[in-house]
């Protein structure tokens, strides 16, 4: 497969793996025993970003949006998908950390072009 086909499945696999995952019985609890939820929101949101930020056309500050813009939907969805659920709920607060996130991590990507795209080959943009 080449790089930039799976460049393009990686935010979307993550997603469903972070749906999948997050509403099994059970295994979202027995993760909070060792990690709290914020930062399971964090990390996952964050590398979710960066994902989109590798897939994502545009200048740094137009991408950053865009970014931005793909968060705020799937942690919505995410909350969305967890109020079906008995054992889990849904919380503003959760996107809020998922949506701050995705700004912190674009505001960084925007910020840091040259050191990433020397450092992370895999997200330089195609021209």
């Known amino acids: 497969m080449t790089t930039k086909r799976l460049r393009l499945l990686l935010p979307g696999v993550g997603f469903v793996a972070m749906l999948i995952l997050g509403?099994?019985?059970?295994?979202?609890?027995?993760?909070?025993?060792w990690v709290s939820g914020l930062v399971l929101h964090v990390v996952a949101y964050g590398v979710l970003s960066v994902f989109f930020w590798g897939i994502l056309s545009g200048s740094p500050s137009v991408k950053a949006l865009r970014v931005i813009a793909s968060v705020m939907v799937l942690g919505a969805l995410d909350e969305y998908v967890q109020s079906f659920f008995p054992y889990r709920?849904?919380?503003?607060?959760?996107?809020?950390?998922?949506?701050?996130?995705?700004?912190?991590?674009?505001?960084?990507?925007?910020?840091?072009?040259v050191f990433l795209q020397a450092r992370l080959p895999v997200f330089r943009s195609e021209r």
């Open 89 to 113: 709920c849904a919380s503003w607060n959760d996107w809020a950390v998922d949506v701050l996130t995705a700004i912190v991590v674009a505001g960084l990507m925007t910020r840091a072009p």
């Open 23 to 33: 509403n099994i019985p059970g295994w979202r609890q027995a993760l909070h025993d």
